[in-house]
């Protein structure tokens, strides 16, 4: 069974500042995707990045970006110049390849608070 | 393109009460899911469906039904709703692993 764990249960950070979110987790498999979600006050799940476990380049979008270390298995988030609306809760998640439809294992969550 | 849509948006039951949440989508996908969010955690899997006609529990799925009986369609029952089952429901449907989530159903049973 995947474990995901985000041992950060809030963070906050200065209005234009970094911030790292951290994410480890545990599996047995080799072909595997991760994901880093963004929970708002309304509720809405809102991809924010994903990771294909067999690519070495860690992915980017825009302002986010992540540091996956599949040797240690570990799968951080930064948010560079942060905005007052990327405050939210944030969710590290795992599937499994061969199980790709929807067997998403989740993490307890990040709250993330940027102050102005 | 709605993409996945849930109804209703709020929800409250007595106990004992059976109800369906119903959810759609638009993006042809195969895979859909239904999970739950209780409050201070992350979302858990309660059943999922790999293509019309096929379905499979996932890691919390006492006292929930589902059927797929089309692609787009993936409705959640409770059969006999409890004070447990308060929560928020999220609705998914996946395409090469990513998922795309409803906005959720508020559900409150007394």
């Known amino acids: 069974a995947q474990t995901v764990t985000q041992s950060q249960p809030e963070m906050s950070v200065q209005e234009a500042e970094t911030v790292t979110l951290s994410c480890t987790y545990d599996?047995?498999?080799?072909?595997?995707?991760l994901f880093w979600y963004k929970q708002p006050p309304s509720r809405q799940m809102i991809l924010v990045i994903r990771q294909e476990a067999y690519k070495q380049q860690n992915a980017t979008e825009n302002r986010f970006s992540v540091n996956f270390q599949k040797a240690a298995k570990s799968f951080s988030l930064k948010i560079s110049d942060s905005q007052l609306g990327d405050t939210a809760m944030y969710f590290c998640a795992f599937i499994a390849r061969e199980t790709s439809g929807s067997r998403l294992t989740f993490g307890e969550g990040t709250q993330l608070t940027v102050n102005p | 393109n709605a993409g996945v849509t849930q109804t209703p948006k709020f929800q409250v039951l007595k106990t004992g009460q059976s109800m369906t949440l119903q959810c759609a989508q638009d993006m042809n996908h195969e895979y859909m899911s239904w999970y739950r969010q209780d409050p201070g955690m992350g979302l858990r899997l309660i059943h999922y469906?790999?293509?019309?006609?096929?379905?499979d529990q996932g890691e919390v799925p006492n006292g929930y039904n589902v059927s797929r009986s089309t692609t787009e369609d993936f409705p959640l029952r409770l059969l006999s709703a409890a004070p447990s089952q308060t929560s928020v429901y999220f609705c998914?449907?996946?395409?090469?692993?990513?998922?795309?989530f409803g906005p959720g159903t508020r559900l409150t049973v007394l």
């Open positions: 599996t047995s498999e080799s072909n595997y995707y």
């Open positions: 469906s790999v293509g019309a006609g096929i379905t």
């Open positions: 998914a449907s996946s395409y090469f692993g990513t998922q795309y």
